[in-house]
């Protein structure tokens, strides 16, 4: 047979007093001090934070140009227009 007591067997919950510590009594628990943390920056750190990047790719810039003179740089509203000329043409047809 099964050797696990039946719940009617089981002993009631005793309450364990346990001695009240006093708060007073004992000392909390204090962090140890912490220096400051700090940063020292090189001149040569201050020099390159000085300097601002260009954010403008010169490169980019320039054949965009040269495609706007040479009239073959695409933008969305040539595209539209080739494709609303190209619609027309079908439908006309």
Do not use: C, F, W
């Amino acid at each position: 047979m099964s050797s696990i007591n039946s719940v009617g067997g089981n002993l009631p919950v005793q309450n364990i007093s346990t001695p009240a510590i006093s708060k007073a009594a004992a000392p909390a628990p204090t962090a140890p001090a912490r220096a400051a943390d700090r940063v020292e920056l090189s001149g040569v750190s201050h020099l390159l934070s000085s300097l601002k990047t260009n954010d403008v790719r010169a490169d980019k810039v320039a054949s965009i140009k040269a495609q706007i003179e040479a009239g073959t740089y695409e933008t969305d509203d040539k595209l539209d227009a080739a494709a609303d000329k190209m619609l027309d043409d079908v439908l006309e047809t």
